[in-house]
């Protein structure tokens, strides 16, 4: 089973992906976050316990409270042996190549990913292992 965590202040696109996922893999198990500090917090008390964190973290870049780069600076603290197996993929609606630019400046980032996630982005996504996707 993968386990997916969406990271996004917009409850409709949320409501988009996580129905994508579902769709594309039945037995995903997918948790959903509004809030970027919350999605942290979860992060590092799985971490503190001793749990296994999410194979694919799909992150807003724009949230009200930390943004997704503020979010990826604390998540690239947590022990390397706790974050390694999970890819993260920033999501936005934002054109600006700085953007994609700074993403990938972050070793966690994955891909770099224009909403709404579709069926096709998904498929090529748990399809490979190769960093630096664009979508």
């Not at 509004?34 to 999410?54: C, H, I, M, R």
């Not at 920033?90 to 990938?104: N, V, W």
Request: proline content about 3%; overall charge negative; charged content about 30%.
């Amino acid at each position: 089973m993968s386990k997916f965590i969406l990271v996004d202040d917009d409850s409709t696109m949320n409501l988009v992906h996580s129905t994508t996922i579902k769709y594309h893999k039945k037995d995903a198990q997918v948790m959903e976050f509004k809030s970027s500090l919350l999605a942290l917090d979860f992060l590092k008390e799985t971490v503190q316990e001793g749990g296994e964190l999410p194979e694919y973290i799909f992150l807003d870049i724009n949230m009200p409270e930390i943004n997704g780069f503020e979010f990826l600076q604390t998540f690239e603290k947590l022990p390397k042996e706790s974050t390694q197996s999970t890819k993260i993929f920033m999501i936005t609606s934002s054109l600006d190549l700085r953007d994609r630019e700074k993403a990938f400046s972050f070793d966690s980032v994955y891909g770099f990913i224009c909403k709404p996630i579709t069926v096709r982005t998904l498929t090529e996504i748990l399809s490979t292992t190769e960093r630096r996707m664009d979508f």
